[in-house]
C-alpha cells in the first residue's frame, strides 16, 4: 500500500449475495456492513474504503464489478457470497483489481449457524489483514510481503498502541521476533524502531543505546523499502530529539508525509518537534 510506485489503494465492498436455498437477505446485508464497517477502522489512514450507501448501488444496477468500481473510483473491490444450508454457513471472498479485474486474494470461512457472529467477525479481521498483503503483494510492488510476519507485525502494533510499560515492550519482543525471522521484512523493522523510540520518549529505556537502536531499525526499514511513511517518522523524530539535527528531522517528515500526509503518527510526532523546538504556530 505505501510504495512509492503504487497508487493509492481505495476499496468498495459490494454487497454480498446470498445463495441458500431459502435466502436470508439479512445474513448478506449483515456480513457486507460487517466487512465495510470493520475495513475502515482497520486500515484508516493506510487504505481508503468505499461508503456503504455508494457501494449498495451496486445491487440496483447490476453490471462488471470491476466497472462499478472504477466508476466510483476504486482501485481494488471486494465481493463474495453467503451460502446457508441447515446449520452450516459458508462464506467465499474475493479481492480484486479495478483496472483488470483480476483476482489477487480469496478465501473461503465455513461454521456453524449458531457462530455467525464469530464467522462475521472472523471474515473482517482476515479481510482487513489479508488485503492488505494481498495488495502489497501483487505485482508492481517493491518488496514481497511474508502473510506471517504480517500478522505478527500487526501483534505488535496492537501493543504498541496502547502505550503502556508491558505493551510496548511486549511489541518490542514481537518486532524483535519478526525481524530475526523475516529480516527482509521492512514494516518489522519499521515497527521495531517505533518501540525503541516511545520506549525511550516514556522513560522505560535509556536514550543511551536504544535511540542508535532504534536510528539503526529505522534505517534499515528505509533502505528495504523507501516508500514507508512509518520508518521515515520515526527517523525523522530521531534526528530532531537525539541528534539535533533539525534540518534532516524535516527532510524526513517531508519524505513521510509525501508517502502518507495522514499517517496520525507523523502529525503527531511532527507537531511535538516543532513544539520543542518553539515553533507553537507550525505545530497546529
Keep these: 500500500v505505501r510504495s512509492s510506485t503504487m497508487a493509492p489503494v481505495r476499496l468498495v465492498v459490494l454487497p454480498f449475495a446470498d445463495l441458500s436455498p431459502v435466502p436470508e437477505g439479512y445474513l448478506a446485508d449483515g456480513l457486507t456492513d460487517e466487512l465495510i464497517g470493520a475495513l475502515s477502522r482497520k486500515t484508516a489512514g493506510r487504505v481508503g474504503v468505499i461508503a456503504r450507501s455508494s457501494s449498495l448501488a451496486y445491487r440496483e444496477r447490476p453490471q462488471d464489478p470491476a466497472a462499478f468500481a472504477r466508476e466510483l473510483g476504486a482501485s481494488h473491490f471486494i465481493e463474495g457470497t453467503i451460502r446457508r444450508e441447515a446449520r452450516d454457513v459458508r462464506v467465499n471472498v474475493s479481492l480484486a483489481r479495478a483496472n483488470d479485474g483480476l483476482r489477487v486474494w480469496a478465501a473461503t470461512f465455513e461454521r456453524d ?3 455467525l457472529l464469530s464467522l462475521e467477525r472472523e471474515v473482517a479481521k482476515a479481510i482487513g489483514t489479508e488485503v492488505q498483503v494481498a495488495v502489497r503483494s501483487e505485482p508492481g510492488s517493491e518488496t ?3 502473510s506471517d510476519a504480517y500478522l505478527q507485525y500487526l501483534r505488535g502494533r496492537y501493543e504498541w498502541n496502547k502505550r503502556s510499560r508491558e505493551s510496548l515492550l511486549e511489541s518490542l519482543q514481537i518486532f524483535e521476533a519478526v525481524t530475526l525471522n523475516s ?5 518489522g523493522w519499521a515497527g521495531l524502531a517505533d518501540a525503541y523510540s516511545v520506549l525511550m520518549d516514556h522513560g522505560h ?6 535511540w542508535m537502536r532504534a536510528r539503526a531499525a529505522a534505517e534499515k526499514a528505509v533502505a528495504l523499502d523507501p516508500g514507508l511513511a512509518e520508518a521515515w517518522t520515526t527517523l525523522a523524530m530521531i534526528r530532531g530529539l537525539y541528534e539535533w539535527n533539525p ?4 527532510e524526513a517528515f517531508d519524505r513521510a508525509a509525501a508517502i502518507n500526509p495522514n499517517y496520525t503518527t507523523l502529525l503527531n510526532w511532527r507537531a511535538i518537534l516543532l513544539r520543542s523546538e518553539g515553533r507553537y504556530a507550525e505545530a497546529h
Excluded: K, Q, T, W
Design 144 to 146: 514481497p510481503v511474508d
Design 183 to 187: 529480516p527482509e521484512f521492512a514494516l
Design 113 to 115: 449457524v449458531d457462530d
Design 247 to 250: 534540518r534532516g528531522a524535516a
Design 205 to 210: 529505556l535509556s536514550p543511551r543505546d536504544a
